[in-house]
């Protein structure tokens, strides 16, 4: 499997996931336009996507929706408040796909599982994406980690996490209250010490890589947040996990999972060179 972030941040958000045969973005909160040029300077195809997979209605997860559904011929699959509340928005998007939390489907072949999350929209949900061999983790703009979310944690292979703010800079910024303390609560946004919490809990779970998603960027810095989950893993006792930081402005990937990393491997050890982009 290959994962991609196009985009992370309060100005817009896009992960590529995408088996050998079939691929998905996760939410669209930027432009068709650059989902397409993005895709390309990462040697990925735009045209293969199957769907979008939406994670919540705030503009910056869908501003794009519509055109990406229209530009590629491919449904935007949400909860039932998820569509509801991007109607209002946005008006409705052509081949809509409604999903449940807790309910599998499958594109092509792969199996999406959505599971809830914590936030202040109207139905959010999170996804695990799976070939059957390996499996990615998106879970961004949640206030709290539940079980359920910690349990998909543990069994993926690549986790795309929140680590939004540093808890210190958030308190000593300037943001008005009202707002820190939405940042702050249930149903907010994951600080970089709550993230690294559950990665202390780790154990030896599959997991190999793990991406740092949705930075703010008035109330955290990479150094920071790269630093906690690193300190985090080498607490747990797993410091062979690869730390990946998502950008805003810039795209973080192809990261290789699976086969596609031992492919990556192999012809890197002998010196060929062998297409891995398919």
């Given at each position: 499997?290959?994962?991609?972030?196009?985009a992370s941040?309060?100005?817009?958000?896009?992960i590529?996931?995408?088996?050998?045969?079939t691929?998905?973005?996760?939410?669209a909160?930027v432009?068709a336009r650059?989902?397409?040029?993005?895709?390309?300077?990462l040697?990925?195809?735009?045209?293969?996507?199957?769907?979008?997979?939406?994670?919540?209605?705030?503009?910056?997860?869908?501003?794009?929706?519509?055109?990406?559904?229209?530009?590629?011929?491919?449904?935007?699959?949400a909860?039932?408040?998820?569509?509801?509340?991007?109607?209002?928005?946005?008006?409705?998007?052509?081949g809509?796909?409604?999903?449940?939390?807790?309910?599998?489907?499958?594109?092509?072949?792969?199996?999406?599982?959505?599971?809830a999350?914590s936030?202040?929209?109207?139905?959010?949900?999170g996804?695990?994406?799976?070939?059957?061999?390996?499996?990615?983790?998106v879970?961004?703009?949640?206030g709290?980690?539940?079980?359920?979310?910690?349990?998909?944690?543990?069994?993926?292979?690549?986790?795309?996490?929140?680590?939004?703010?540093?808890e210190?800079?958030?308190?000593?910024?300037?943001?008005?209250?009202?707002?820190?303390?939405?940042?702050m609560?249930?149903?907010?946004?994951?600080?970089?010490?709550?993230?690294?919490?559950?990665?202390v809990?780790?154990?030896?779970?599959?997991?190999?890589?793990l991406?740092?998603a949705?930075?703010?960027?008035?109330?955290?810095?990479?150094?920071?947040?790269?630093?906690?989950?690193?300190?985090?893993?080498e607490?747990a006792?797993?410091?062979?996990?690869?730390?990946?930081l998502a950008?805003q402005?810039?795209?973080?990937?192809?990261?290789?999972?699976?086969?596609?990393a031992?492919?990556?491997?192999?012809?890197?050890?002998?010196?060929?060179?062998?297409?891995?982009?398919?």
């Amino acid at each position: 499997m290959k994962v991609a972030v196009f985009a992370s941040g309060s100005s817009g958000n896009a992960i590529w996931v995408s088996s050998a045969s079939t691929a998905v973005l996760i939410d669209a909160g930027v432009s068709a336009r650059r989902i397409s040029q993005t895709a390309e300077g990462l040697g990925l195809d735009a045209t293969e996507l199957s769907a979008v997979l939406v994670t919540h209605e705030h503009s910056d997860h869908v501003s794009g929706l519509g055109p990406v559904t229209r530009r590629f011929d491919i449904p935007a699959c949400a909860t039932a408040g998820t569509h509801a509340a991007i109607d209002r928005r946005l008006g409705k998007c052509p081949g809509r796909t409604i999903v449940e939390a807790g309910t599998d489907f499958e594109i092509g072949d792969l199996l999406v599982s959505p599971f809830a999350i914590s936030h202040d929209c109207a139905e959010p949900v999170g996804y695990s994406v799976s070939d059957g061999r390996t499996t990615v983790v998106v879970a961004t703009d949640l206030g709290v980690v539940s079980r359920p979310v910690r349990d998909r944690i543990s069994r993926a292979d690549c986790v795309v996490l929140e680590f939004n703010h540093d808890e210190q800079m958030l308190r000593d910024g300037d943001y008005p209250w009202f707002l820190k303390k939405r940042i702050m609560g249930i149903e907010g946004h994951l600080s970089n010490e709550a993230a690294a919490r559950e990665l202390v809990s780790l154990g030896d779970g599959p997991m190999s890589a793990l991406v740092l998603a949705h930075l703010s960027r008035e109330n955290n810095t990479p150094d920071l947040a790269l630093t906690t989950a690193r300190d985090a893993l080498e607490r747990a006792g797993r410091p062979d996990v690869e730390v990946h930081l998502a950008e805003q402005d810039r795209a973080t990937g192809p990261i290789r999972l699976g086969l596609d990393a031992q492919l990556t491997d192999v012809t890197t050890s002998t010196g060929v060179q062998v297409s891995c982009t398919r």
